[in-house]
């Protein structure tokens, strides 16, 4: 697929890379010195990309624009891939999409790795921006089915249930193509995986599961024609590591999503690196090549130290 999200001097040999999310505190975003000391210490530390979310209008009128985001960070530290994970396409045009990632990908070759999901958590979302939720999963297949043409720099010709194009054209096609992943638990992700995508974003799985899901994939592309992709498959949940990680994590993720913990216990493993790190063992074992974490610690220190200690375990498989 030609990306390289880390320098060959770090590159483990089964080819996992490891991303960490930005802190969640909003005003990390205004803080151009706290930007600055933390994605240096992710670059030192060895970690090879961030991943941010992408939201227009959520629970209320709250997230963020998650292709303005990787350009800053992109920006801020050259070091570093991005991943968007995930992006609502739905919510866009993909002529529209497709420049802005051509562009992107000008300025920053090789580092861009674009996450598509279907959303869907919070319906207002959708209808603000005039798009039926119940049509959020027909909508994204379209724009994909436009979207990949033209990042590849082809001309196209389309008429369908909510697009129409003639002659459009994207050019200079991004160099090397800028991977697209397809998150989602459903069969009906897996399809558009199998069709559309470069790999499967999984999250709350269990590694049996993750397996299975791979098989599927891989089933349904060669039914498609598409039975020689070179998949990058990977995973993206929370963490919690150290001391007291449970009860620290919990209290995160209770806050986050306004629901109990133990809903996400079995998918969001504490402890310490070498555990965490059996933890996803399998899923390496399964396919999964890039692995997306939010990491909880006692201080950002020890969450950038300890989940670059889980990166090196899960490069040495």
């Not at 505190?25 to 030192?44: E, G, I, K």
């Not at 369908?160 to 003639?166: C, K, Q, S, V």
């Amino acid at each position: 697929m030609g990306l390289q999200l880390r320098s060959p001097a770090m590159a483990g040999s089964n080819g996992i890379s490891v991303g960490i999310a930005p802190p969640v505190d909003s005003t990390w975003w205004s803080n151009r010195a706290r930007q600055h000391d933390y994605l240096s210490m992710v670059a030192d530390a060895g970690l090879d990309h961030l991943f941010i979310a992408d939201h227009v209008a959520f629970r209320g009128g709250t997230g963020a624009d998650g292709l303005i985001q990787a350009t800053t960070l992109l920006a801020l530290q050259p070091g570093l891939g991005v991943e968007v994970g995930v992006y609502l396409l739905a919510l866009r045009h993909p002529v529209l999409v497709a420049r802005q990632l051509a562009t992107l990908a000008e300025h920053a070759p090789g580092r861009l790795v674009l996450g598509v999901g279907v959303g869907g958590e919070d319906r207002r979302e959708f209808e603000v921006c005039e798009v039926d939720p119940g049509t959020r999963g027909r909508r994204t297949n379209e724009a994909l089915a436009v979207l990949r043409p033209l990042l590849a720099g082809e001309t196209v010709d389309h008429r369908g249930e909510f697009f129409e194009l003639r002659r459009a054209r994207v050019l200079p096609a991004p160099d090397p193509p800028i991977p697209i992943v397809v998150g989602g638990r459903s069969h009906a992700a897996l399809r558009r995986t199998a069709r559309h995508g470069d790999g499967w974003l999984a999250a709350w799985t269990t590694a049996e599961r993750f397996a299975d899901a791979v098989s599927e994939i891989a089933e349904l592309a060669a039914g498609v024609g598409r039975d020689e992709v070179d998949w990058r498959h990977g995973y993206q949940g929370w963490i919690g590591i150290g001391a007291d990680a449970e009860s620290r994590l919990a209290g995160m993720m209770e806050g986050f999503y306004q629901v109990p913990f133990d809903q996400f216990s079995r998918h969001a493993p504490c402890g310490e690196p070498e555990e965490i790190a059996a933890h996803f063992a399998p899923f390496v074992e399964a396919g999964a090549r890039h692995f997306n974490f939010v990491p909880v610690a006692e201080t950002l220190e020890a969450s950038i130290a300890g989940l670059a200690e889980v990166a090196g375990r899960l490069r040495s498989l």
